[in-house]
């Protein structure tokens, strides 16, 4: 089955730079990439998603890049806010509508 | 729009009893709704996909007559624990896809926080 691993496990920035999470999948049949962010205790939050006929997608401070011949795609936050301190998953979609499998999450710490 | 509730929101309950979770999509209709589990400090592991009205399909090593599921409505969807044991003690999160307005993404519910003691 699918395995998604995610790096690093923790990570801590100074308010207004950039963050990146990094996330490499298993199976070459996955095709859809979204990622949550969940505050503590909250429900998981998306936050942006990418397709696998697409190599690039933003929105506003956030982006996601898709590498499907290495099988990986990274979050990239810039001008990062003590805001976005929270954890953030990564997750694979092996066919359309299916179930995730979710990385095992990225705490992130933004320092004012 | 696409706003998917659970209850209760949390839930203590003695060793040896049994306890139902609930999940409905509020503002759509569910053909299929996930069931997820999350213990302190670590992701998200899908326990089971319930499927209107049939059987609900369980992931490999999760006990599907100790994690009873229903989804008897495109709405509403019930995980029960039956004879509960603190290891079971966890934080329950559902979700729902809206198959007619993004077939892809899957919305969460707020999570149900079950102590056993």
């Known amino acids: 089955g699918e395995n998604v691993e995610q790096h690093p496990s923790t990570l801590s920035v100074q308010e207004g730079d950039s963050a990146v999470i990094k996330c490499t999948y298993s199976?070459?049949?996955?095709?859809?990439f979204p990622w949550y962010k969940q505050e503590l205790g909250k429900r998981p939050q998306l936050i942006i998603d990418?397709?696998?006929?697409?190599g690039e997608k933003k929105d506003q401070r956030i982006a996601v890049t898709l590498n499907k011949t290495a099988k990986h795609f990274s979050l990239h936050i810039t001008e990062t806010q003590p805001e976005d301190s929270a954890v953030y998953f990564c997750?694979?979609?092996?066919?359309?509508?299916?179930?995730?499998?979710f990385g095992p999450g990225t705490r992130l710490s933004v320092l004012p | 729009g696409a706003v998917v509730s659970q209850h209760p929101s949390w839930v203590i309950c003695k060793s040896g009893t049994s306890v139902k979770i609930e999940c409905r999509s509020l503002?759509?209709?569910?053909?299929?709704m996930f069931w997820y589990r999350q213990f302190p400090k670590q992701s998200l592991m899908l326990m089971a996909t319930?499927?209107?009205?049939?059987?609900?399909?369980?992931e490999q090593g999760v006990e599907k007559d100790k994690f009873l599921i229903n989804h008897a409505s495109l709405t509403l969807s019930t995980l029960t624990v039956t004879s509960a044991h603190p290891e079971d003690s966890s934080f329950y999160i559902c979700?729902?896809?809206?198959?007619?307005?993004?077939?892809?993404?899957?919305?969460f519910g707020p999570g149900t926080r079950l102590t056993v003691t």
């Open positions: 979700s729902a896809r809206d198959e007619g307005r993004a077939p892809y993404e899957q919305y």
């Open positions: 199976d070459s049949a996955s095709n859809y």
């Open positions: 990418i397709r696998s006929n697409v």
């Open positions: 997750a694979a979609s092996i066919s359309y509508g299916q179930n995730f499998v």
């Open positions: 503002d759509f209709q569910a053909t299929t």
């Open positions: 319930s499927n209107e009205g049939s059987k609900a399909t369980y």
